[in-house]
């Protein structure tokens, strides 16, 4: 009992306590809840806001437009994350790459190796000896996101795709990823492996998986996989019988209308990870998700972010709504970049609508009825401009075609003296750059026109001394020597004279123009000439279907011939429907003047025009040429010749000479990098004209002078 009584004593003694605490507790309690109702600012709930995107589990997401690449909303898309089997959406473009060269290739049958066959993770379900085609294979990388088919796909084309390299087989294809991921603009992306499985150099963006989500939806065979719910083949054994392999698409949302498809991926350190494309009313977007909490976390995600975009902008806003802000980084870059516009109409407009003079059409001030004046060139911060000295093809006929482009060219000259403290002659790259620097913009002389030579070597010569620093083969009728794309076949290429205008071109250092020639005379161009070539003002063809504008077998040689390509912004060129209407009006034109005159058709064609007008287009238009134009030969190939004062329809907002900035912003807002905005707005053209220059050096070294 002597040892029970100190714990009893010890018992009540700490009840005490506690009853006291609890007691002084709810005495807190009381009076602080009673304070708070007294002052309600001290502790005031935080506001759930109903405004602004949902809350998500995933680190970090992106939307854009399917077709543009615009980013319309995001959070922490351009922080580096694993990406998981999103992966598998660069190998299936790698994959595609070379089904563009060569579709046969889809037939091809892949053996899969014990490589690929003891790949961890998700399975196409393949084994080590069994032969599936490359055509059925997509399925099985892109549905059950088979690792082994990654693996399979990049031992397979390894050696037929990306640069040449030391490497072979599957870490050629490797490089090959990254190097597709640097000319798609996404720098900050490494690929270590061609499935996703974690790797601590292993990293992306949103924003970078948006751009290569934008390139899969524009491709019709891996779109019409990534959008196939199940899909069933057969694959041959080893012992040559065939068994059947059923794959099924990972991506939940396909199972909902409007949802297309694309990538799911899952590991680790990944989160779960989906790619999606949604389109409503005609509006395509695409989201990307990286690092949702767990699967059904990212389909959650994904709707729930889907539900908000589609209501903070509905279906078409985007794309109705035109006007485009400049922001401070779209400023800074152009601000602090060259540029040089490949051509530009101003001079044959002072002609007929001046009479040649500069005091009737004062260009130091603004000029409303054209498109370029001092103050919009200042506005456009134009560095360099190539003035065309375009004369009509017509003029040929006559014998003053050669003459009228001399007054042309002395007309430039008349603009140079009249305005010193504005303008000044360059003749070479370096005179661009020190020009440039003091604040002048630098101009230049562009021939539109062999038949501005009349077939004479000893004019073509006279035309690059007095300045002509490029000259167009031909403009819109055929020559004896080389055939226009709006005119019918006549040379099938070059004739010996044009290749003998091309080889003097190059003696001199006169850029070869092939904007409006034929398909076939710009594959003859490009055999005969040693020094690059440039499209002074054309657009993609692949894009709108129009003769003016340059194919796609055409831009690869582009790419190989180290050229360029400068992008047109006439309507007509540039806008889809518009180019249609464009060649349905040519022809109809030409049919007239045969029937009744020009005078009769020009009346007949006002009236046509009346009824059908054309199309202006946006600058959406306009970039959607240089994003094929840097996807086919690469934005090293690419500048600007918009062609102002020489057409008479220019898309929205692109109206004039001080709207070069708005595509800074374009570009920027389609994920550009800024060296790749600085070489489209003019190094790529300083690049090209300064080989020029040093073939034509070489050429004078080893050749007497002609």
């Not at 995933?58 to 319309?72: N, Q, T």
Request: hydrophobic fraction near 35%.
């Amino acid at each position: 009992m002597t040892r029970i009584a100190p714990m009893l004593s010890n018992y009540f003694r700490h009840s005490t306590i506690l009853s006291a605490l609890f007691l002084f507790g709810v005495f807190f309690a009381t009076h602080l809840s009673l304070a708070i109702a007294d002052a309600p600012d001290a502790l005031a709930k935080k506001i759930d806001p109903l405004d602004g995107p949902p809350v998500v589990t995933c680190d970090a997401w992106i939307v854009v437009d399917a077709k543009s690449g615009k980013r319309l909303d995001g959070w922490k898309d351009t922080e580096r994350l694993h990406p998981a089997s999103v992966t598998k959406m660069m190998t299936a473009i790698l994959v595609n790459d070379v089904l563009e060269k060569d579709p046969d290739a889809i037939n091809e049958t892949i053996t899969f190796s014990e490589n690929a066959d003891k790949t961890v993770g998700s399975t196409s379900d393949v084994n080590a000896g069994e032969k599936v085609s490359v055509g059925d294979l997509l399925y099985g990388l892109l549905l059950p996101s088979g690792n082994d088919a990654s693996v399979a796909f990049a031992e397979h084309f390894g050696d037929r795709v990306g640069e040449e390299s030391d490497a072979k087989g599957y870490d050629r294809f490797i490089e090959a990823m990254n190097q597709r991921a640097k000319s798609l603009g996404m720098d900050k992306t490494g690929y270590r492996n061609s499935h996703g499985l974690d790797h601590d150099e292993h990293l992306t963006t949103a924003a970078d998986q948006a751009k290569l989500a934008c390139e899969i939806m524009k491709s019709p065979i891996l779109s019409k996989v990534v959008g196939t719910a199940n899909y069933k083949t057969h694959v041959t054994k080893p012992d040559g019988s065939k068994r059947e392999v059923e794959w099924d698409n990972t991506n939940r949302l396909l199972k909902y209308q409007n949802y297309l498809g694309i990538k799911t991926g899952t590991t680790s350190k990944a989160g779960a990870c989906l790619a999606s494309c949604c389109e409503r009313e005609g509006d395509r977007r695409i989201l990307i998700v990286l690092g949702s909490s767990g699967t059904d976390a990212r389909y959650s995600d994904s709707r729930n972010l889907w539900r908000w975009t589609w209501t903070q902008t509905p279906p078409n806003s985007a794309k109705t709504d035109n006007k485009m802000t400049l922001s401070p980084e779209a400023k800074r870059i152009h601000e602090s970049s060259l540029v040089i516009d490949g051509h530009n109409d101003l001079m044959w407009e002072v002609r007929e609508k001046g009479d040649s003079s500069f005091e009737k059409i004062d260009i130091r001030k603004p000029q409303p009825k054209l498109h370029t004046d001092i103050p919009r060139l200042k506005a456009g911060n134009v560095g360099a401009q190539f003035w065309s000295v375009y004369v009509p093809a017509t003029l040929d006929d006559d014998g003053t075609a050669f003459l009228t482009t001399l007054e042309q060219i002395a007309l430039v000259k008349k603009m140079v003296e009249l305005y010193p403290d504005q303008f000044e002659l360059a003749m070479t790259v370096d005179d661009i750059e020190r020009i440039t620097k003091s604040g002048k913009l630098a101009s230049l002389i562009g021939v539109e026109g062999g038949h501005c030579i009349q077939e004479s070597l000893s004019n073509l010569n006279h035309l690059y001394d007095q300045g002509a620093r490029y000259m167009t083969l031909t403009h819109s009728k055929n020559l004896s020597w080389a055939d226009s794309s709006t005119d019918e076949e006549q040379t099938g290429g070059l004739s010996p004279f044009g290749v003998e205008v091309i080889q003097r071109m190059n003696r001199l250092g006169m850029m070869v123009d092939i904007s409006h020639v034929s398909a076939k005379t710009m594959h003859a161009a490009m055999d005969v000439s040693k020094a690059p070539i440039i499209f002074s003002h054309s657009s993609a063809r692949a894009v709108a279907d129009s003769p003016r504008n340059v194919p796609d077998d055409v831009l690869k040689r582009v790419h190989d011939t180290e050229g360029l390509v400068m992008v047109n912004f006439y309507s007509a060129f540039v806008v889809p429907e518009s180019a249609q209407r464009y060649s349905t009006r040519f022809a109809l034109k030409q049919k007239l003047i045969d029937e009744v005159g020009l005078a009769e058709a020009n009346v007949r064609m006002a009236k046509w025009d009346r009824e059908n007008p054309m199309q202006l287009g946006t600058i959406e238009d306009v970039l959607d040429h240089i994003d094929h134009l840097v996807k086919v030969a690469g934005w090293e190939h690419v500048g600007l010749g918009a062609d102002f004062d020489g057409v008479d329809a220019l898309p929205e907002g692109l109206e004039d000479v001080s709207r070069y900035p708005y595509i800074t912003q374009g570009l920027l807002d389609r994920g550009y990098t800024e060296e790749q905005i600085r070489g489209i707005l003019g190094e790529n053209l300083m690049r090209v004209m300064r080989k020029v220059e040093e073939v034509a050096a070489e050429m004078k070294q080893t050749t007497a002078t002609p």
